[in-house]
């Protein structure tokens, strides 16, 4: 028998709670981090959201067969490598475990000092240029969202702190 290990499947798009609904009617244990935004709506101004820390992916603990994966509801395909599926090291789960507030949502970063959601920013671009934006928060590791026009659209990026200032 081997020692149980975290392993990584990829979910059908925004079906990562069926995936896990399916997982665990199925005995076995998952972790999907979540975390909590401001986003706009178009109708009720800004909201809290939960979404997904990982989009389109579930961690599961695997005790020894991981094949009923395969044919869970929600779950595309497992990640894997020559061994099979591709091990999430435990002192991974337990950062993104501590991570986590007394609600069990992943604390992100507080945002740069100075900067506020839907606040116009300068988005630092190479050769001395510039882009304007919209602030939309913090992202993950060091890097916050922004909505920039591009080809005539509004599309979220994700930019370094360092690119950064108000506007």
């Known amino acids: 028998m081997t020692q149980p290990y975290w392993a ?17 009617r199925q005995g076995y244990e998952f972790y999907l981090p979540r975390f909590t935004e401001m986003v706009l709506h178009k109708r009720q101004g800004m909201i809290k959201r939960t979404s997904c820390l990982f989009p ?8 020894s067969e991981w094949r009923f994966l395969l044919s869970t509801f929600g779950i595309s395909k497992v990640l894997l490598d020559a061994r099979g599926p591709c091990r999430l090291p ?3 789960m337990e950062r993104l475990r501590q991570s986590e507030d007394r609600m069990g949502m992943i604390e992100l970063p507080a945002p740069p000092p100075g900067l506020v959601y839907g606040q116009k920013v300068r988005v630092a671009l190479p050769g001395d240029r510039f882009e304007i934006g919209i602030y939309q928060g913090s992202g993950t590791q060091e890097r916050e969202q922004v909505l920039l026009n591009i080809l005539g659209q509004k599309t979220r990026v994700f930019i370094g702190r360092d690119q950064l200032e108000a506007a």
């Open 8 to 24: 990584v499947a990829k979910t059908k798009p925004s079906r990562e709670l069926w995936a896990a609904e399916n997982i665990q």
């Open 90 to 92: 435990d002192h991974v």
């Open 56 to 63: 389109s992916y579930i961690f599961v603990q695997i005790m």
